[in-house]
């Protein structure tokens, strides 16, 4: 019985190798092997018997691959030592030919460089799992209210716990939310930390687990005042997990560290564990999380009692195995039905639940771009392959004699094909070895460009996917521009290149060939230019944009006072007008204001507002922006009054109820009237809506980004929300800017505990807020660059090409008289009428793509007229040059020499 | 005219003792393989695939012919195989150059 096993397992391995040697000798090895095996067990050597079943089995597998290693010869023959002879050859052929290896070369590194690098960010951003455990079943949930156009809106602690109960398709589900306050203590100056408060469960839903001490637990979770949101003064916090970075810094490591108390935020806050070196809180930008999280708390916190109105959670769960997204949404959808029947609010605003994959939310809003790259750079590696084929045709053409001679002489014509394709991989070696060089100074190039929004940018390097797409694109890169040159060298019209004549006699066929390829290199590269032309149009009209106040000579701060040190709205609010009157003795500085939130600087505050009719329909209640300012503030900004006046000192003084608004929500709230003196429901401070009187109108502004149309906005003063915001400080400075250490020091007159941070020029705000299109701009416009001299110089060899064969005719003809304006017009017209028919494809193309890159623009559409006209007419200017040089030489021609040689 | 002889040496181990085997008379694989196992004590570690591989090397370069099987054979559908003339005088010219390489390491004493 083994026997008969053994044989069956070797018959299977047979099966490997060739037919012929199977056909020849496979049935007498059978035999054989079987007797040898039959042999040592009727003599009862089982083991002698395994170990010839395993050594014919292992023997079985040498000869199958010998055999076909045998085979090779018959592709040109000479077995391995014929391909290392071609491969020797054929590095001979190229040195022999520098100017074309090295323009090759150059080319296919361009090409392949360029996708190394586009991909390693798509590898990076888009392909690499989260740094969390199973991170394909990680979910955000977020709620819309459709009827008021609100996305993205946080949860409300009784909404979240909703939530807890009600979705069994989330095996955990864990909320956060960011903010920023004072760590004091011997260890270091007062300094701002971002801070996450989370619920206890967080880390486990994401697979965390501290690198010291331990997670939260149960017993770090105690009820305190529910109406206060994390970062409140009074707000309590009694653990918290520090992260690496932070411990390392501000406690030197210190091993000791778990059980410390620390001084947070004014509260005694027990260190309970450290975060592993690499966390990282990878969330949508949408939801406006801070990303570099300095510590984590568990806070007190009770979600029994909390209002339905106090939003700032943001929910993260994770899917239960084997439940889907859409078993995830129907249960929340049950869950906001309920909510529903209950809340008043949840039917009249049109409130969902959005559940997202956390993944695909977090690579949402930069996905197009990245596709858009990727797709820039395909093309430019596809304008290379096209423009080394071309190159290689031109050149085997050339020596189209030489292989046909050969040929005639009984060359294999396989053979010949072998050399050739091998002269493709040599180059294609040598480029995806130089391009993979080029990748990588590549890529320290778009770490600095850095657009700002894009998740996991520091994260992008060359490794070991990246490195094997580059392997992959450079061998489809090498039977692209190899294949077709080899397959036409290989069938030389012997007796055309024979022939006397044969020099002259480029193949029509041939000649199609070369003409297409140049018609798409031009079409692709065309596509290319008119993505550039309509990223240069999205950046001029960005750099036009009116932020709505002047970044120029301003400087933004944020200043943090320890508020649990100033119990009462009187103090906090006297600490702050001291505050701007000695950052306003400051030598050089003109004019200070503080504010919250501050334009471009990422926070956002909502609120709604209502008229009169929103007092018996709280339908009619709307969304705006809303912004906490001292008096001076639109002063110190440089935002024009249109109507009415700004904030004094009074305002600031009193708890008032005015409000200053914008001229988009004056128009929404009193078409056609004038808003001052106007009254306005809302509900900043209060549970129930309360009457703010208009006090004055300004001009709109960019707040969170300079593309998106401003939302409408109202102004309060500080005082008017109990003075007790981390106001980040605008300083107005003539001549030199404000230093931080001047900052520093005055605010260190007034109390020492005060964290300094986030100094920032305004002008850099607003740069970085254009940021991710510049990414874009600087990148579509290189590839575009590199696409047109490739297309150029494809257009350019095809068109010499063709004037050095065609030199004969042209001496004859002008021997007959011809101008040479003529032919000068006959070449660069041959050129042109190539780069029309590419321009035209190429219309037609970027056409059909045009929705692609919608996205990415800014204030332009993607079939934009002036570019669509304008790039055409450049690139045609470009043909014309790239003729004219083959043209001249055209009309070089001394009609004696080629009469003679004719 | 070349040497017919003088392409086909130096034999590989196998392909020598495979000529050493058929010198004697016609076998089948089977019988070659013990005998070489036998001889060699299994030190050129031979299976019947690189056996037949190398046999059929041999038919085409002439030095073996496959035969028919003997009338004494059961299984008559057995392939024999049988040396040639040329293969014999191969092995022969093979068998004096290693006999010469063996005088010479006796003459260099490392045969002690």
């Not at chain 1, 323009?103 to 989260?130: C, D, K, M, Q, Y």
């Not at chain 1, 705000?765 to 940021?771: D, H, I, L, P, Y």
Request: glycine share 10%; with cysteine.
């Amino acid at each position: 019985m083994p026997a008969r096993w053994a044989v069956a397992l070797l018959r299977w391995i047979l099966l490997l190798s060739p037919r012929s040697f199977r056909e020849r000798d496979g049935a007498e090895i059978l035999a054989v092997e079987e007797e040898r095996i039959r042999a040592r067990l009727a003599a009862g050597d089982r083991g002698g018997a395994v170990r010839v079943a395993t050594g014919a089995a292992l023997d079985l597998l040498k000869c199958a691959s010998s055999e076909w290693w045998s085979r090779f010869p018959r592709w040109g023959g000479g077995g391995m030592d014929g391909w290392i002879r071609d491969l020797r050859y054929g590095t001979r052929a190229l040195l022999r030919a520098p100017g074309f290896t090295i323009v090759a070369v150059v080319t296919i590194a361009l090409g392949i460089g360029a996708n190394t690098a586009i991909f390693s960010v798509v590898e990076a951003v888009l392909l690499r799992p989260l740094p969390y455990a199973t991170p394909e079943r990680l979910v955000t949930v977020l709620t819309e209210m459709r009827a008021r156009g609100v996305t993205d809106f946080p949860l409300s602690p009784p909404t979240f716990q909703d939530v807890a109960d009600g979705v069994p398709a989330l095996e955990a589900w864990a909320g956060i939310s960011t903010f920023e306050q004072p760590l004091a203590g011997e260890d270091g100056p007062p300094t701002q930390v971002a801070t996450g408060f989370v619920t206890r469960n967080f880390l486990r839903t994401l697979g965390v687990r501290p690198a010291l001490g331990r997670d939260f637990e149960d017993a770090d979770v105690v009820p305190g005042d529910p109406n206060l949101t994390p970062g409140d003064p009074g707000f309590l916090q009694n653990s918290a997990i520090l992260s690496h970075g932070l411990w390392q810094q501000r406690f030197g490591g210190d091993p000791e560290i778990v059980g410390r108390i620390i001084d947070l935020g004014g509260t005694p806050t027990e260190v309970v564990g450290v975060l592993p070196a690499g966390f990282r809180l990878l969330m949508p930008a949408e939801l406006q999380l801070l990303s570099d999280l300095d510590l984590m708390v568990g806070s007190r916190l009770d979600f029994v009692g909390a209002p339905r109105n106090n939003v700032f959670l943001r929910g993260v769960g994770r899917l239960t195995p084997g439940a889907t997204m859409e078993q995830l949404r129907d249960q929340l959808a049950r869950v906001m039905g309920d909510m529903r029947d209950e809340f008043p609010i949840v039917r009249t605003a049109d409130m969902h639940f959005v559940a997202t994959p956390l993944h695909a939310d977090l690579t949402a809003s930069v996905r197009p771009m990245i596709l858009a790259l990727m797709g820039a750079v395909a093309f430019v590696l596809l304008i290379a392959c096209a423009n080394v084929a071309n190159l290689f045709m031109v050149r085997s053409a050339s020596r189209e004699r030489e292989i046909a001679v050969r040929s005639a002489l009984g060359g294999d014509r396989v053979r010949i094909f072998r050399q050739v394709l091998m002269e493709g991989v040599l180059l294609g070696a040598a480029g995806g070895v130089l391009g993979i060089a080029l990748a990588g100074l590549g890529v320290q190039l778009l770490v600095r460009l850095d657009p700002t929004n894009m998740p996991r940018l520091t994260d992008v390097a060359l490794d070991g996917r990246v490195l094997l797409f580059t392997v992959g694109a450079t061998g489809l890169a090498c039977l692209l521009f190899g294949l077709v040159p080899a397959i036409q060298a290989s069938r030389p019209d012997l007796v055309n290149a024979l022939k006397d004549r044969g020099r002259t006699g480029a193949r029509r066929s041939q000649r199609r060939v070369r003409d297409l390829v140049v018609v798409g290199e031009v079409a692709l590269s065309l596509v290319l230019l008119l993505g550039a032309g309509l990223m240069i149009r999205s950046f001029a009209v960005l750099n036009d944009v009116d932020p709505g106040f002047d970044p120029v000579g301003l400087t933004t701060v944020r200043v943090s006072p320890p508020f649990a040190a100033y119990p009462t709205t009187e103090e906090r609010v006297a600490l702050t007008g001291q505050l701007q009157r000695r950052l306003e003795e400051l030598p050089g500085v003109t004019s200070v204001a503080g504010a919250f939130p501050m334009p471009l600087d990422g926070n956002m505050v909502s609120g709604r507002w209502g008229t009169a009719d929103a007092e018996v329909d709280p339908e009619l209640f709307q969304q705006a922006d809303m912004h906490f300012v001292l008096p001076g503030y639109f002063e110190t900004l440089g935002t024009e009054l249109i109507a009415g006046r700004t904030f004094t000192a009074v305002d600031q003084a009193d708890s008032t109820s005015v409000a200053i608004v914008d001229r988009t929500l004056a128009e929404q709230a009193f078409p056609g009237q004038s808003a001052i003196g106007q009254r306005l429901l809302t509900r900043v401070t209060t549970t129930e809506p309360v009457w703010v009187e208009i006090v004055g109108v300004v001009e709109p502004r960019h707040h969170i980004s300079l593309t998106a149309a401003p939302n409408p906005t109202m102004y309060f003063t500080d005082r008017y929300v109990g003075g007790n915001l981390s106001l980040t400080w605008a300083v107005r400075t003539a001549g030199v800017p404000i230093s931080l250490d001047a900052i520093r020091a005055a605010v260190a007159e007034l109390d020492p505990n005060a964290p300094v941070s986030d100094l920032l020029p305004m002008e850099a705000a607003v740069g970085s807020a254009m940021a991710p299109t510049r990414f874009a701009l600087v990148l579509i416009t290189v590839f575009g660059a590199m696409a047109l001299t490739l297309a150029a110089v494809g257009l350019y060899g095809v068109l010499a090409y063709a004037v050095r064969l065609r030199a004969g005719e042209f001496g004859v003809r002008m021997a007959f008289g011809a101008e040479r304006g003529s032919i000068l017009r006959m070449v660069v017209g041959q050129g042109l009428a190539l780069a029309g028919v590419g321009i035209v494809a190429g219309l037609g193309a970027a056409t059909l793509l045009g929705g692609t890159m919608s996205s990415i623009l800014v204030g332009v559409s993607p079939r934009d007229p002036i570019t669509f006209v304008l790039v055409p007419v450049f690139f045609a200017g470009i043909a014309v040059l790239a003729s004219a040089v083959p043209a001249i030489r055209a009309t070089r021609v001394d009609p004696a020499v080629t009469l003679r040689r004719e | 005219m070349t040497d017919p002889i003088d392409p086909h040496l130096p034999l590989t181990p196998v392909a020598f003792e495979i000529l050493l085997c058929l010198s004697t008379g016609e076998k089948h694989g089977y019988a070659i393989l013990r005998e070489i196992e036998e001889r060699t004590g299994g030190r050129l570690g031979l299976h019947a695939g690189s056996l037949y591989r190398a046999m059929a090397r041999l038919v085409d370069e002439g030095l073996l012919r496959t035969v028919e099987a003997p009338e004494r054979e059961s299984d008559r559908r057995r392939r024999y195989y049988a040396v040639t003339a040329l293969g014999r005088e191969v092995a022969r010219a093979e068998a004096l150059r290693l006999h010469a390489q063996l005088e010479a390491a006796r003459i260099a004493d490392l045969l002690g």
